[in-house]
Nanobody, 116 residues
């Protein structure tokens, strides 16, 4: 089992920045990827950014150029630096961890609210 905990959410004005952190613990030796998702009220959960062993990184079109995902393999953490935030970025942000068997583990989420 892998436990996942997110932190760093909060309230920020449009144009501001926030940094989210995801920490994985437990059976972390087989982690192959870490990703951030978000879900706004009434919307489906959507992928924001992902980073995989070997360095492959993907971003949703809506956040390209504004968000940056990074990973510390030694600490089993993945951060999401969010700049130039917009009100439409308001959502609960979740971290997802994937292992070599393609099992996935989710955190409880952290709220990000961007005021206009």
């Amino acid at each position: 089992q892998v436990q996942v905990v997110e932190s760093g959410g909060g309230l920020v004005q449009a144009g501001g920045s926030l940094r989210l952190s995801c920490a994985a613990s437990g059976r972390t030796g087989s982690i192959t990827g870490m990703a951030w998702y978000r879900q706004a009220p009434g919307n489906k959960r959507e992928s924001v950014a992902s980073i995989w062993n070997g360095g492959n990184i993907n971003y949703a079109d809506s956040v390209k150029g504004r968000f940056t995902i990074s990973r510390d393999n030694a600490k089993n953490t993945a951060d999401l630096q969010m700049n130039s935030l917009k009100p439409e970025d308001t959502a609960v942000y979740y971290c997802k961890v994937t292992n070599s068997l393609w099992s996935t583990y989710w955190g409880q989420g952290t709220q990000v609210t961007v005021s206009s």
